[in-house]
């Protein structure tokens, strides 16, 4: 009997062994995280911030820094793979898409013409906006205003902003050297909300909750989600998130959270536009 009741003894160890052992590497595994870095433009940043948060609230071993930095930023980081996404509020140049760069379109956008809320100014044609960004007419009684000096804001040119506004707006001109660079929607809203004179241009979701500022309708089209959806008003864009070839692990699971039903109710709730 003594010899069986030891042997009973020694399963039941083994047992208890075993099953601390395969319970030590469930809890392990369940413990494991996982982190990804996601850099670039101002416009996509409130997006991928709020994105984020809501992502790592239900992944809590999941870890998301976002950063800002600009489109052109974001997508050098990715090229030296000093980040994981990055946001883009433009379109990548056929070079970027040698280096093995994919775009993902997770949100539509406009980029709206702004000035001081105090301004009577409510409307301007496409050309007149380009002829102002050019320097050529400078004074607000030009078109239709009062007799005040037009100061002119522009973006840094790494931002994916200002190539939008280049390529949609400028091209084959440039914008005046007398404009004064901001370097994000953030300081552009600040900077006309403080300027009765100023004149720029900030992604959609900039306005809802910028005070001092408005919209101008462009040809007489205002910039609203269904305009941008429909591609009507004169400034439309998507923005993106790109990888460097096709995403994995937790790039993969976060792209498709914000391009699925819960990440474009974030888009709206950011103030842009959901995908069609």
């Given at each position: 009997m003594k010899p069986k009741t030891i042997g009973y003894l020694g399963l039941a160890?083994?047992?208890?062994?075993a099953s601390a052992i395969l319970l030590q590497g469930t809890t392990s595994q369940t413990q494991s995280t996982r982190s990804i870095k996601i850099k670039g433009s101002t416009t996509v940043l409130p997006i991928a911030q709020a994105a984020a948060?809501?992502?790592m609230d239900s992944h809590p071993n999941d870890k998301i820094t976002?950063?800002?930095g600009g489109s052109g930023v974001g997508i050098a980081s990715l090229i030296d793979g000093?980040?994981?996404i990055?946001?883009?509020s433009r379109t990548l140049k056929d070079e970027e898409k040698q280096a093995g760069l994919i775009e993902h379109e997770i949100a539509l956008d406009a980029v709206c013409i702004i000035v001081n809320s105090q301004n009577p100014i409510n409307e301007l044609t496409l050309q007149q906006v380009k002829a102002i960004f050019k320097g050529e007419i400078t004074n607000w009684g030009e078109v239709g205003g009062p007799n005040l000096e037009i100061v002119v804001y522009t973006r840094e040119s790494t931002s994916g902003t200002f190539e939008t506004f280049e390529s949609k707006v400028m091209k084959p001109d440039n914008i005046t050297l007398q404009a004064l660079t901001k370097t994000s929607n953030g300081e552009m809203a600040k900077a006309i909300a403080g300027n009765l004179n100023g004149i720029g241009y900030v992604g959609i979701?900039?306005?809802?909750?910028?005070?001092?500022?408005?919209?101008?309708k462009i040809n007489g089209i205002e910039p609203t989600n269904t305009t941008v959806q429909s591609g009507t008003f004169p400034i439309s864009r998507y923005l993106y998130m790109i990888t460097k070839g096709q995403p994995e692990g937790l790039t993969k699971d976060f792209i498709d959270f914000v391009t699925g039903p819960n990440g474009q109710k974030?888009?709206?709730?950011?103030?842009?536009?959901?995908?069609p």
């Amino acid at each position: 009997m003594k010899p069986k009741t030891i042997g009973y003894l020694g399963l039941a160890v083994i047992v208890v062994v075993a099953s601390a052992i395969l319970l030590q590497g469930t809890t392990s595994q369940t413990q494991s995280t996982r982190s990804i870095k996601i850099k670039g433009s101002t416009t996509v940043l409130p997006i991928a911030q709020a994105a984020a948060e809501v992502w790592m609230d239900s992944h809590p071993n999941d870890k998301i820094t976002v950063e800002g930095g600009g489109s052109g930023v974001g997508i050098a980081s990715l090229i030296d793979g000093t980040c994981d996404i990055a946001n883009s509020s433009r379109t990548l140049k056929d070079e970027e898409k040698q280096a093995g760069l994919i775009e993902h379109e997770i949100a539509l956008d406009a980029v709206c013409i702004i000035v001081n809320s105090q301004n009577p100014i409510n409307e301007l044609t496409l050309q007149q906006v380009k002829a102002i960004f050019k320097g050529e007419i400078t004074n607000w009684g030009e078109v239709g205003g009062p007799n005040l000096e037009i100061v002119v804001y522009t973006r840094e040119s790494t931002s994916g902003t200002f190539e939008t506004f280049e390529s949609k707006v400028m091209k084959p001109d440039n914008i005046t050297l007398q404009a004064l660079t901001k370097t994000s929607n953030g300081e552009m809203a600040k900077a006309i909300a403080g300027n009765l004179n100023g004149i720029g241009y900030v992604g959609i979701g900039y306005l809802a909750n910028a005070e001092g500022i408005k919209a101008l309708k462009i040809n007489g089209i205002e910039p609203t989600n269904t305009t941008v959806q429909s591609g009507t008003f004169p400034i439309s864009r998507y923005l993106y998130m790109i990888t460097k070839g096709q995403p994995e692990g937790l790039t993969k699971d976060f792209i498709d959270f914000v391009t699925g039903p819960n990440g474009q109710k974030i888009v709206e709730e950011s103030g842009f536009v959901k995908l069609p």
